[in-house]
């Protein structure tokens, strides 16, 4: 069950809310449908359920508010918008990657396509789905950690009437399992039609909750259709008939040749068509909009001249006797005053507000002195006001996005699901192979920099560049395309994330150099034979500065990227580490009054009284030598930088 109570969304300037104290229920095995004309509030309503928008107000899935639920995913299944999931990945790998996000079992994946029907489509990239297979997708994107709930913004937007029929299938199913099903909609047949429910919002506020047959009853107006080349004749014959028996009818001219009656039946229209010979193309039995005659629909503006859009130039009342004008809009005074009465018996009494929490109550009840003096009770009568039965609801603060239960597997099928990352390396690989051939034809350059194909001229080399691209982009995709948290437009900032994201960038920084020198060596000695590719004396340390050197570039890509949310901005961060750290820091070494570490190893080990095993000082030597260079100390120097901004903002999202 889901249970919303006072839901208020935050005031901007002088505008209104917009959803102001709205409070309704959505019970297991039943389909409800949140109906509303645009600019309503039904998506603001949702936001401020799923805790993605800043307000007031709580609510409760099966007892529970969202953020006190481990696994959220688990409980409600979520459909906001289009699936936004990278164009290039398959829907097949979409859905293993979002598996490892909800801590599933990788076969739910193929589950979950054979029951929308798309396991025809699963190689199919997600850039070449049509709208109804989108539609399908996100269902099962929904649907795929099995929730009990499922919370859809305008499902069948868009969507043929064979593919909505399909999709409320779906939901129907899904509550005759005993799930809970809340959706929105702007369109009344297809409320009344497909819900057991109606909940009715106008202007951000409730309108009426309805049973879906009630609302029918009272909101939806049964007519009759009839198309006719004589429709002017027919529909003053009618108005006569009605008016003679003293009946309430309402015929309405609607475009061409179609008339729409109001309060008659089809053997009542079409007897009076065959008694006077008058010719009839279409005679059916149709369930209307909200009538001419029950005022419009919430959010619709009133035309000009008091006629609907698209509505009869000829409107006629009938009703009994002299009174009929004034009586014809009857059922629409009728509607009205159920909806009035159906919202104030959920809005202002007392059996209304029963169902609060225990605390809003509470609240309710201890309402203080100047509130009574003001509303004109004594303090003792506190409690009966009905101005206080309405307490200010708690805040709203915006859920952070829950981080993958399984991080490492999700990062590994998020980074190998499309082939950005491969065309990427096999880009690096060939430029690094034909800058190294340049390199050795011109000459001057020495062995280290001929085998890692680094230019002088140029800032770091072509698999340092493509390292830090490929960290970039594993933050950076998640923010253009955040399929991680498709409900809300964000990526959390986790420690267990990011550590899942640094490892896999690392791994692949690390192929990434090994391939590239190897490549080098082995187009140098294709080409200019082996005295080109010997190996120097000091390859420990080199090895060890190359290898830094890239997964350094690649870390920057990571943390820059999750900082500022873009694969530009993590890549201008890795450019930025040898255009401007490394002077700052050439300048800082330079100075007269900078010392040198020498014997720092020595020292080390007199300090902790410690032998390293396996020539671990040798190794410590080259860690240190590798960060004592400008190039090794500017990238520790940003990295250490980027990760204390990161956390930062972590930290501060995590406080609001």
């Not at 008058?278 to 619709?300: K, N, S, T």
Request: aromatic share 4%; with cysteine; charged share 20%.
């Amino acid at each position: 069950m889901i249970q919303a109570f006072g839901l208020t969304s935050t005031t901007r300037k002088d505008l209104p809310p917009a959803v102001d104290d709205v409070s309704f229920e959505a019970r297991p095995g039943r389909v409800t449908a949140l109906l509303g004309a645009t600019g309503a509030g039904k998506t603001s309503a949702l936001r401020l359920m799923l805790e993605l928008q800043q307000g007031r107000g709580i609510t409760h899935f099966r007892g529970r508010p969202l953020h006190r639920i481990a696994h959220p995913s688990r409980e409600a299944g979520v459909l906001l918008g289009d699936v936004p999931g990278h164009p290039a990945r398959t829907v097949r790998g979409h859905l293993r990657m979002l598996c490892a996000a909800a801590g599933v079992p990788v076969g739910r994946a193929d589950e979950v396509l054979e029951a929308v029907g798309l396991v025809s489509l699963r190689d199919e990239r997600l850039g070449t789905l049509s709208r109804g297979m989108d539609r399908r997708l996100g269902l099962a994107c929904a649907l795929l950690p099995n929730p009990h709930s499922l919370v859809l913004d305008e499902p069948a937007e868009g969507l043929s009437s064979g593919e909505s029929h399909w999709l409320y299938g779906m939901l129907r199913a899904h509550a005759a399992r005993g799930g809970t099903v809340l959706f929105t909609t702007a369109e009344p047949k297809e409320a009344a039609r497909v819900a057991d429910r109606v909940v009715t919002l106008e202007q951000g506020r409730l309108a009426a909750d309805q049973e879906a047959r009630e609302f029918a009853r009272t909101r939806l107006r049964p007519r009759v259709a009839v198309r006719s080349p004589h429709a002017v004749r027919l529909a003053a014959l009618l108005t006569r008939e009605a008016r003679a028996a003293h009946r309430s009818v309402e015929v309405v001219r609607e475009d061409g040749n179609r008339l729409s009656v109001y309060g008659g039946t089809c053997a009542e229209v079409g007897e009076i068509a065959f008694r006077h010979g008058i010719l009839v193309h279409q005679l059916a039995d149709e369930i209307g909009d909200m009538g001419p005659g029950a005022g419009f629909f919430p959010g619709e503006e009133t035309p000009v001249g008091g006629r609907r859009p698209g509505s009869p130039d000829l409107s006629v009342g009938v009703t009994e006797g002299e009174t009929g004008g004034s009586h014809g809009a009857g059922g629409g005074a009728e509607a009205g005053a159920e909806a009035h009465g159906d919202r104030s018996r959920h809005g202002n009494s007392p059996e209304a507000h029963s169902d609060r929490p225990r605390h809003l109550r509470q609240e309710a009840r201890s309402g203080s002195p100047e509130e009574s003096v003001r509303s004109g009770s004594a303090p003792g009568e506190a409690s009966t006001s009905p101005a206080l039965l309405s307490p200010l609801p708690p805040p709203i603060s915006v859920r952070s996005a829950p981080s993958p239960l399984r991080p490492l597997r999700y990062e590994l099928r998020r980074a190998t699901g499309i082939g950005t990352g491969f065309l990427t390396a096999a880009a690096v690989l060939v430029t690094s192979a034909l800058t190294a051939v340049l390199l050795a034809r011109v000459g001057h350059t020495p062995q280290a920099r001929l085998l890692a194909a680094w230019p002088r001229e140029l800032p770091l080399p072509p698999a340092a560049l493509g390292a830090g691209l490929l960290g970039a982009l594993a933050f950076g995709d998640e923010f253009r395309h955040p399929a991680l948290a498709a409900d809300r437009g964000t990526v959390p900032r986790r420690l267990g994330l990011l550590t899942a994201k640094l490892v896999v960038a690392a791994v692949t920084a690390l192929l990434l150099a090994l391939l590239a020198v190897g490549c080098d060596a082995e187009v140098l000695y294709l080409v200019y034979g082996r005295e080109l590719t010997e190996v120097p004396g000091d390859w420990f340390v080199l090895s060890a500065s190359w290898i830094g050197l890239v997964i350094g570039c690649a870390w920057a890509g990571v943390l820059a990227a999750g900082i500022f949310r873009s694969t530009t901005a993590g890549l201008a961060a890795v450019v930025s580490v040898p255009v401007l750290g490394v002077p700052l820091v050439q300048r800082a070494l330079e100075g007269a009054s900078v010392r040198t570490a020498a014997g720092l190893p020595a020292r080390l080990r007199e300090v902790f009284l410690v032998q390293w095993p396996f020539g671990g000082g040798r190794y410590l030597a080259g860690a240190v030598r590798v960060i004592a260079q400008p190039v090794g100390g500017a990238l520790t120097l940003s990295l250490a930088a980027l990760l204390c901004a990161y956390l930062l903002t972590s930290l501060r999202g995590r406080v609001r």
